[in-house]
Protein backbone atom coordinates (compact mmCIF):
# COMPACT_ATOMS: atom_id res chain seq x y z
CA UNK A 1 0.00 0.00 0.00
CA UNK A 2 1.13 3.38 -0.78
CA UNK A 3 1.14 5.90 1.57
CA UNK A 4 1.80 9.24 -0.71
CA UNK A 5 3.90 11.78 1.31
CA UNK A 6 3.08 15.46 1.63
CA UNK A 7 4.85 18.17 2.94
CA UNK A 8 2.70 20.74 5.12
CA UNK A 9 3.26 24.37 6.30
CA UNK A 10 0.59 23.73 8.89
CA UNK A 11 0.08 21.71 11.67
CA UNK A 12 -3.49 21.46 10.99
CA UNK A 13 -3.14 20.42 8.14
CA UNK A 14 -0.65 18.10 8.59
CA UNK A 15 -2.62 16.55 11.11
CA UNK A 16 -5.88 16.21 9.65
CA UNK A 17 -4.01 14.14 6.76
CA UNK A 18 -2.37 12.06 9.44
CA UNK A 19 -5.54 11.07 11.07
CA UNK A 20 -6.99 10.56 7.15
CA UNK A 21 -4.05 8.03 6.70
CA UNK A 22 -4.27 6.26 9.96
CA UNK A 23 -7.92 5.94 8.75
CA UNK A 24 -7.16 3.95 5.76
CA UNK A 25 -4.72 1.58 7.29
CA UNK A 26 -6.73 1.09 10.03
CA UNK A 27 -9.73 0.15 8.00
CA UNK A 28 -8.49 -2.69 6.20
CA UNK A 29 -7.99 -4.59 8.81
CA UNK A 30 -9.25 -6.31 12.11
CA UNK A 31 -6.31 -7.83 13.31
CA UNK A 32 -4.52 -5.42 15.75
CA UNK A 33 -0.85 -6.31 15.71
CA UNK A 34 -1.37 -5.50 11.61
CA UNK A 35 -3.04 -2.27 12.21
CA UNK A 36 -0.52 -1.12 15.15
CA UNK A 37 2.81 -1.72 12.32
CA UNK A 38 0.64 -0.12 10.17
CA UNK A 39 -0.13 2.94 12.05
CA UNK A 40 3.93 3.06 13.06
CA UNK A 41 4.72 3.28 9.74
CA UNK A 42 1.77 5.99 8.91
CA UNK A 43 3.62 8.12 11.69
CA UNK A 44 7.08 7.36 11.06
CA UNK A 45 6.90 8.11 7.62
CA UNK A 46 4.60 11.59 7.57
CA UNK A 47 6.15 13.33 10.32
CA UNK A 48 9.07 14.77 10.03
CA UNK A 49 12.44 14.99 11.95
CA UNK A 50 11.65 11.31 13.88
CA UNK A 51 13.91 8.69 14.79
CA UNK A 52 11.33 6.19 16.72
CA UNK A 53 7.88 6.02 16.03
CA UNK A 54 6.16 3.11 17.72
CA UNK A 55 3.97 1.50 20.93
CA UNK A 56 4.36 -0.05 23.71
CA UNK A 57 1.05 -2.64 25.18
CA UNK A 58 0.29 -3.33 28.46
CA UNK A 59 0.84 -7.11 29.04
CA UNK A 60 0.88 -8.75 32.80
CA UNK A 61 1.07 -4.84 34.59
CA UNK A 62 3.46 -3.70 32.62
CA UNK A 63 4.23 -1.67 29.12
CA UNK A 64 5.67 -4.22 26.58
CA UNK A 65 7.31 -3.35 23.12
CA UNK A 66 5.29 -3.18 20.36
CA UNK A 67 5.00 -2.28 16.41
CA UNK A 68 7.55 0.19 16.13
CA UNK A 69 9.66 2.24 13.45
CA UNK A 70 13.29 3.03 14.51
CA UNK A 71 16.64 1.73 16.61
CA UNK A 72 15.54 -1.67 18.75
CA UNK A 73 14.44 -0.45 22.06
CA UNK A 74 13.99 -1.71 25.51
CA UNK A 75 11.57 -4.46 25.69
CA UNK A 76 9.52 -4.13 28.92
CA UNK A 77 8.73 -0.71 30.77
CA UNK A 78 7.13 -0.98 34.57
CA UNK A 79 4.50 1.93 35.34
CA UNK A 80 6.13 4.95 36.98
CA UNK A 81 9.47 3.94 35.20
CA UNK A 82 10.72 6.28 32.05
CA UNK A 83 8.33 8.68 30.59
CA UNK A 84 6.54 5.77 28.92
CA UNK A 85 5.64 4.19 32.15
CA UNK A 86 4.74 8.09 33.93
CA UNK A 87 1.80 8.12 31.15
CA UNK A 88 0.57 4.42 32.16
CA UNK A 89 1.13 6.00 35.77
CA UNK A 90 -0.70 9.45 35.31
CA UNK A 91 -2.93 8.97 32.12
CA UNK A 92 -1.66 12.10 30.63
CA UNK A 93 0.94 13.20 27.79
CA UNK A 94 4.01 13.30 28.90
CA UNK A 95 5.75 16.06 26.19
CA UNK A 96 9.75 16.07 27.27
CA UNK A 97 11.31 18.78 25.17
CA UNK A 98 15.19 17.67 26.01
CA UNK A 99 15.35 14.09 27.45
CA UNK A 100 18.99 14.75 28.90
CA UNK A 101 17.65 16.79 31.10
CA UNK A 102 15.05 14.59 32.48
CA UNK A 103 16.10 11.97 35.00
CA UNK A 104 13.28 9.71 34.76
CA UNK A 105 14.40 8.95 30.86
CA UNK A 106 14.98 5.48 29.52
CA UNK A 107 17.43 6.28 26.68
CA UNK A 108 16.95 3.53 23.71
CA UNK A 109 18.76 5.73 20.66
CA UNK A 110 20.99 7.93 21.73
CA UNK A 111 20.24 10.15 18.97
CA UNK A 112 16.89 11.04 20.61
CA UNK A 113 16.29 14.81 21.96
CA UNK A 114 12.90 15.32 22.61
CA UNK A 115 9.63 12.65 23.18
CA UNK A 116 6.22 12.38 23.59
CA UNK A 117 4.24 9.76 24.91
CA UNK A 118 0.59 9.43 24.58
CA UNK A 119 -1.78 6.98 26.30
CA UNK A 120 -3.99 4.80 23.98
CA UNK A 121 -7.27 4.59 26.08
CA UNK A 122 -10.99 4.10 25.41
CA UNK A 123 -14.25 3.04 27.37
CA UNK A 124 -11.57 3.28 30.23
CA UNK A 125 -9.85 0.57 29.23
CA UNK A 126 -5.93 1.43 29.08
CA UNK A 127 -4.34 -0.50 26.23
CA UNK A 128 -0.42 1.10 26.28
CA UNK A 129 0.66 4.01 25.11
CA UNK A 130 1.86 5.55 21.60
CA UNK A 131 5.84 6.79 22.07
CA UNK A 132 7.23 9.16 19.68
CA UNK A 133 10.87 10.23 19.71
CA UNK A 134 12.82 12.94 17.78
CA UNK A 135 16.62 13.84 16.93
CA UNK A 136 15.53 17.96 17.51
CA UNK A 137 15.53 19.75 20.86
CA UNK A 138 11.97 20.77 21.73
CA UNK A 139 10.71 19.25 18.41
CA UNK A 140 6.97 18.66 19.95
CA UNK A 141 4.69 21.74 20.62
CA UNK A 142 0.96 21.71 21.98
CA UNK A 143 -0.01 21.82 18.34
CA UNK A 144 1.48 18.47 18.14
CA UNK A 145 0.35 17.04 21.58
CA UNK A 146 -3.09 17.48 20.29
CA UNK A 147 -2.40 15.96 16.91
CA UNK A 148 -1.20 13.27 18.42
CA UNK A 149 -3.66 12.79 20.75
CA UNK A 150 -6.10 12.86 18.10
CA UNK A 151 -4.01 10.15 16.36
CA UNK A 152 -4.44 8.44 19.66
CA UNK A 153 -7.79 8.67 20.10
CA UNK A 154 -8.46 6.89 16.68
CA UNK A 155 -6.40 4.34 17.20
CA UNK A 156 -7.48 3.75 20.99
CA UNK A 157 -11.43 3.39 19.27
CA UNK A 158 -10.34 0.85 16.96
CA UNK A 159 -8.06 -1.19 19.06
CA UNK A 160 -11.04 -1.39 21.97
CA UNK A 161 -12.97 -4.56 19.99
CA UNK A 162 -9.79 -5.94 18.95
CA UNK A 163 -7.60 -6.49 22.45
N1 LIG B 1 12.35 6.79 26.22
C1 LIG B 1 11.31 5.88 26.64
C2 LIG B 1 11.71 4.44 26.39
C3 LIG B 1 11.31 3.93 25.08
S1 LIG B 1 12.23 4.50 23.78
O1 LIG B 1 12.23 5.98 23.70
C4 LIG B 1 11.68 3.89 22.33
C5 LIG B 1 11.00 6.10 28.10
O2 LIG B 1 11.71 6.85 28.80
O3 LIG B 1 10.02 5.53 28.61
Redesign the pocket.
Known sequence: MEIPYRAFDNQTDLYAYLDEQLAAVLRETEDWLAGLANAASVLYLLLPQLN?A?F?LMKDGALSLGP?Q?KP??SR?LPG??????AVQTGQTQVVRN?HACE??????LN?RA?I?VPLEADGRLFGVM?I?SPVLARFDDGDRQGLERAARRISAWLADKM
Open positions: WGYFGAVISGVCGTVNHIACDSEVDD
